[in-house]
């Protein structure tokens, strides 16, 4: 049996080095992106009050230009986009970039279920509204 795998990488020095390594070595898609590096600095101290991952809307705009520029590249494996998706509209950007499906962390937090279906009805009904497929959606941007 064979089971597919995806590789799970985080934005920043190399990234495209990265998924090449990932690809070469036989993934059989890539997830863009982790979670980042970040912190958060007491502006009256100084101290450093909060130092770790990163993730959430803040994120998406560089996952998105990641999976822009690898898909630019001819980069053609299946892409999970990961990164700030809370809503329909997030999950259009992701595909109209080449991802092939997104996934979910950060908006999870708050009403899990509900946040979730209300992003799946969502692309949904907005795919329903246009007459379009994902397919269609997917790398629109690149065209
Ligand atoms: C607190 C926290 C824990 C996480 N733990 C994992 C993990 O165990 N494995 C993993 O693949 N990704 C983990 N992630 C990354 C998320 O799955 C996701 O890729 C990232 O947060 C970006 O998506 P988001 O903006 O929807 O959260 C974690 C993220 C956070 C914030």
Known sequence: ????FSVKLALGEGAPARVRAAIDAGA???TLSDTISGIAVDPS???VRLAGA???AGIKPLVLAEIFALRRQGIAIPVLGSGGVQEASDVVEYLSVGAHAV??????HKDMHETLKSI???VEAWLRARH???ADVRGRSLR
């Not at 049996?1 to 597919?4: E, G, K, N, S």
């Open 28 to 30: 059989d898609a890539i």
């Open 132 to 134: 379009l497929t994902v």
């Open 1 to 4: 049996m064979t089971v597919p």
């Open 120 to 122: 799946r009805d969502g």
């Open 103 to 108: 996934q979910v962390y950060t908006a999870l």
């Open 54 to 56: 990163y993730s959430g």
């Open 45 to 47: 101290s100084g101290e």
